[in-house]
């Protein structure tokens, strides 16, 4: 069965930093590109950051030079660290894997969803 799980989530001050990861199951998922879509209270659900299997990234430009995305392919493992958190930061952060075998970070169209993990920046 196909799971993401994400971990990391939580409540931080304006400025500070936050990990969080998201362990894959089955040993497939180390070859698809991975990523990272937000979604804040009344609005739709946006992308974030995506990695590709060979560890090429792509980012919005609303986190770029903030937000670092990066994967450990033997634990099938995906990680973002965020820098500099801003309370717009704050939104349910959804894992999600795109099943291209090999495939870059973009496109990213996800195919699997993790449940989301909470972020919330207090100003």
């Known amino acids: 069965q196909v799971q993401l799980v994400e971990s990391g989530g939580g409540l931080v001050q304006a400025g500070g930093s936050l990990r969080l990861s998201c362990a894959a199951s089955?040993?497939?998922?180390?070859?698809?590109?991975m990523g990272w879509f937000r979604q804040a209270p009344g609005k739709e659900r946006e992308f974030v950051a995506s990695?590709?299997?060979?560890?090429?990234?792509t980012y919005a430009d609303s986190v770029k030079g903030r937000f670092t995305i990066s994967r450990d392919n033997v634990k099938v493992t995906v990680y973002l660290q965020m820098n500099s958190l801003k309370p717009e930061d704050t939104a349910v952060y959804y894992c999600?894997?795109?099943?291209?075998?090999?495939?870059?970070?973009?496109?990213?169209?996800?195919?699997?969803w993790g449940q989301g993990t909470q972020v919330t920046v207090s100003s």
């Open positions: 990695i590709g299997w060979s560890g090429a990234n």
């Open positions: 999600a894997a795109d099943p291209r075998r090999y495939g870059n970070s973009w496109p990213f169209n996800p195919a699997y």
């Open positions: 089955g040993r497939t998922f180390s070859s698809y590109p």
